[in-house]
């Protein structure tokens, strides 16, 4: 059975960084796409960034410059590194892991973590 657990999350000041990490368990599982989402108050849940298996990576316009995914193939875990946080980027932040296509969509994912609360004021 696969599993995504995050963690990372916390409170910080607007100016500050955070680094979020997801570990994925599962025997010999392997994403072709590994992505982070959001869902900030009182809003849907979007995509933040994502790491495709070739490399691609993509991010929301709201998050370039700032925030940089990573990926750790040994370790089978990925990062989101936020940089210059703004209160704009409070939301609960997922980690999710799935197969196929540009790596943009949620549907596209299959498995998702519980969630890490970030807190920025």
């Known amino acids: 059975d696969v599993q995504l657990v995050e963690s990372g999350g916390g409170s910080v000041q607007a100016g500050g960084s955070l680094r979020l990490s997801c570990e994925v368990s599962?025997?010999?599982?392997?994403?072709?796409?590994m992505g982070w989402f959001r869902q900030r108050p009182g809003k849907e849940r979007e995509g933040v960034a994502s790491?495709?298996?070739?490399?691609?990576?993509n991010y929301a316009d709201s998050v370039k410059g700032r925030f940089t995914i990573s990926k750790d193939k040994t370790k089978n875990a990925a990062y989101l590194q936020m940089d210059s946080l703004k209160p704009e980027d409070t939301g609960m932040y997922y980690c999710a892991a799935g197969g196929g296509g540009t790596c943009r969509e949620e549907d596209e994912y299959s498995h998702w973590g519980r969630g890490t609360q970030v807190t920025v004021s």
């Open positions: 599962g025997d010999r599982y392997e994403p072709y796409c």
């Open positions: 790491y495709r298996c070739d490399g691609n990576i």
